[in-house]
Nanobody, 112 residues
Framework: EVKVVESGGGLVHPGGSLRLSCEAS????????MNWFRQAPGKERELVAR????????NYADSVKGRFTISRGNGRNTAYLEMNNLKPEDTAMYSC?????WGQGTQVTVSS
């Protein structure tokens, strides 16, 4: 069974940091890309960061460049999203996508 599971969300103060984890299991081979999306109530879903595991190439939304870092894990199809200098506008449900599969999402709330 293919499964994508995110973790690491929570409540942080502005300027704080969180590391999100995405573990994709059940794939016979490495996925082409792993992606982090986010969506806040009343807003469009946006692509935050993408990594191509084989090459290591990454892409970021302009709004998070310099603050967020996506990286790949070792043993499995795993992607991490290190989020630094968090802002209230980063508050959203963050979802991981691997191939055509999605995780359930993990909530990130940035508030004083």
């Amino acid at each position: 069974e293919v499964k994508v599971v995110e973790s690491g969300g929570g409540l942080v103060h502005p300027g704080g940091s969180l590391r999100l984890s995405c573990e994709a299991s059940g794939f016979s081979n490495s996925v082409l890309s792993m992606n982090w999306f986010r969506q806040a109530p009343g807003k469009e879903r946006e692509l935050v960061a993408r990594i191509f595991p084989v090459s290591g190439t990454t892409n970021y939304a302009d709004s998070v460049k310099g603050r967020f870092t996506i990286s790949r894990g070792n043993g499995r199809n795993t992607a991490y999203l290190e989020m630094n200098n968090l802002k209230p506008e980063d508050t959203a449900m963050y979802s991981c996508n691997a191939g055509v599969f999605w995780g359930q999402g993990t909530q990130v709330t940035v508030s004083s």
